[in-house]
């Protein structure tokens, strides 16, 4: 049975999220920052006949992820997913995403699969004399030009409302360099909690990258996140960037599927 997921659900979410409390960072992070009575978000749960939850789905505007830890009703999910979206994006765990792959409707766009990384501890960043700045919301527009400029980065038509949504509710922040005014790389947080956090967008303009200023900016996100006690994610699908990333206390725990 699937239902419409309330406040008076999220003990017992809470709980059913905590044994893989990585791989639920969005869903977890979502639920401290919006709750569940908004315009843009909302969740379901597919319960046993007992009562016991044993999948959820998050809706964040046009994005979906579902989390199960074991048989669910994939098909009770796409539908409901078909009704509030004509053109999704759908992302999760790799072996929960890839069941709603060849649904009869659903139009997902291109599949993407990374690698998924977590870093615990503070033992092997290393640290950089480089100018870093922390972004204010006066400056999206220039996150968002430099993010515009990368060819592997694919931006939506909602990019900015997203980034600015994310600069207001407190659940990402942005570390950066310049030169002579100019953003020539950066590095971003999203879905924020209490307790963890995503690296996103980690990049640099093509003139400057092989210099380590991509990785400097990363050093120090990752020590002011550190030092508030926040355990950090990131998805790399490039064996050399996950190379980086393992330089710096990233270990693997798992696979992530995208359709976008």
């Known amino acids: 049975m699937i239902k ?13 999220l905590a044994e893989e409390r990585s ?6 992070g979502d639920i401290e920052a919006f709750g569940y009575d908004t315009d843009f ?11 016991k939850l044993r999948a959820v789905l998050l809706r964040y505007f046009e994005m979906f992820i579902p989390y199960a830890k074991g048989p669910f009703d ?7 997913i078909k009704k509030c979206c004509s053109s ?21 766009g291109e599949k993407n ?3 998924f990384a977590e870093l615990l501890s503070l033992s092997e960043i290393g640290t950089s004399d480089h100018s870093i700045k922390k972004a204010t919301i006066e400056d999206i527009d220039r996150i968002i030009g430099l993010r515009s400029s990368i060819g592997e980065f694919k931006m939506g038509p909602n990019a900015r409302d997203l980034l600015l949504k994310t600069f207001e509710s407190k659940t990402g922040r942005t570390y950066y360099m310049e030169e002579e005014g100019r953003m020539i790389a950066s590095a971003s947080t999203t879905a924020e909690s209490s307790n963890a956090a995503m690296i996103v967008a980690v990049c640099s303009l093509k003139e400057y990258r092989r210099q380590g200023f ?3 900016v990363m050093q120090r996100l990752i020590c002011d996140m550190l030092a508030e006690n926040k355990v950090l994610c990131l998805f790399y699908s490039n064996p050399k960037a ?10 693997d725990i798992g696979m992530w599927t995208m359709f976008r």
């Open 214 to 216: 991509a990785t400097a």
């Open 88 to 108: 999704p994006i759908l992302s999760g765990k790799k072996e929960i995403a890839e069941q709603f792959e060849h649904m009869s409707g659903l139009n997902l």
């Open 41 to 51: 978000q909302e969740l379901w749960g597919d319960f046993s006949e007992s009562g």
């Open 74 to 80: 994939v098909e009770g999910f796409g539908n409901i």
């Open 23 to 28: 791989m639920n960072l969005f869903i977890i």
């Open 242 to 251: 996950g190379r980086i990333y393992k330089r710096l206390g990233f270990k």
């Open 4 to 16: 419409k997921l309330k406040e008076e659900d999220n003990a017992q979410l809470s709980e059913f």
């Open 113 to 115: 699969e990374t690698y």
